[in-house]
């Protein structure tokens, strides 16, 4: 039997795509927009009046609103919401909703389609643009970068001075909407490690990859460490933002180790998460490997998108930054 969602949804597609077939009116030849010859403006889309809309803007009496909208229908969320600001005809056609549905689908694809409709008519009053603003979201756009600092002694030179060092070293996790995720912990500065962080890594970079599932704002995730004693990586973490929609923060709840057997892991790319989400934090499978819980290095992570990853403050040298707080 087709439930009611099932039923709404397949209604929502059709009225989307009839929406965005029907806001434009398409010429008979549309390159020779470009040219001059011009299709009849229409009013932008959540305007109120029925009045011909008429823009004296000279980039769009060259642009067609056809074309404006596969352009803009390519970029990314966040370019959409700077984009809404450079004038009103933009803002208008950006609140379209077919733009947010395909944000909101794409991020939370592991979720599934009639559940990310469940959730949008429940929660979010069938707005896609509010579940965008409001869901807690993983963002794929960049990369979590937590920044841990720690005292070493040094050598006593002459028996005189006993001299300290300041170690800094970053943990990286990179988020795809698969579910999957890459794990790196150097000293490298995010400039240097953003060139690498892929699938395409190879041994030498000790990029790792996990999977993770998010659940009310709550992420876990592990991941596999291979050789002779393998050992699982767990996290706990906690997403937030310093602003509606950001997303840009996420605070490590615990950071656990324990040890697995052979023959519980096949291959390096199994889901080892689902192998470990319902252990106890004191639980492992090998008694060569204890478990622990570790209680340092648990600075939060503060995200960098890769458009900021050359200029962001995590590339400084310690000793012009030492001390950093994520906020």
Request: aromatic letters at 12%; a positive charge; hydrophobic letters at 40%.
């Amino acid at each position: 039997m087709t439930s009611d969602y099932t039923v709404e949804l397949a209604v929502e597609l059709e009225t989307a795509a009839r929406l965005r077939a029907s806001q434009f009116i398409f010429p008979q030849r549309p390159w020779l927009d470009l040219y001059g010859i011009n299709v009849r403006p229409v009013a932008p889309f959540g305007s109120a009046s029925s009045k011909q809309f008429v823009d004296p803007a000279l980039i769009h009496r060259v642009l067609p609103d056809e074309l404006l909208f596969e352009i803009l229908s390519k970029t990314t969320p966040y370019t959409l919401g700077r984009a809404a600001c450079v004038c009103r005809k933009w803002r208008y056609t950006i609140r379209n909703p077919v733009f947010w549905r395909n944000a909101c689908l794409k991020a939370w694809q592991v979720s599934g389609l009639v559940e990310n409709y469940k959730v949008l008519q429940l929660k979010y009053d069938g707005s896609w643009r509010k579940m965008w603003l409001l869901r807690p979201r993983i963002r794929t756009d960049g990369i979590y970068v937590s920044r841990n600092t720690y005292i070493r002694a040094g050598v006593a030179e002459w028996k005189i001075t006993n001299p300290v060092h300041l170690v800094c070293y970053y943990r990286y996790m990179r988020f795809y909407p698969s579910g999957r995720f890459l794990y790196k912990n150097s000293s490298q500065k995010v400039k240097d490690v953003a060139k690498y962080l892929n699938f395409r890594a190879s041994k030498a970079d000790c990029v790792f990859k996990g999977n993770y599932t998010l659940s009310e704002g709550k992420v876990e995730a592990a991941l596999l460490y291979p050789g002779t004693r393998p050992t699982v990586l767990r996290f706990r973490l906690r997403l937030r933002g310093t602003t509606q929609g950001a997303n840009n923060r996420m605070d490590l709840l615990s950071l656990l180790t324990s040890g697995v057997n052979d023959n519980e892991v096949n291959c390096p790319d199994e889901d080892i998460l689902g192998v470990v989400e319902r252990w106890e934090e004191d639980e492992t499978h090998n008694p060569d490997v204890p478990a622990i819980s570790h209680k340092r290095g648990l600075t939060p992570f503060v995200f960098v998108s890769f458009e900021e990853v050359e200029t962001s403050v995590l590339n400084l040298p310690v000793e012009k930054m030492d001390y950093y707080v994520p906020g």
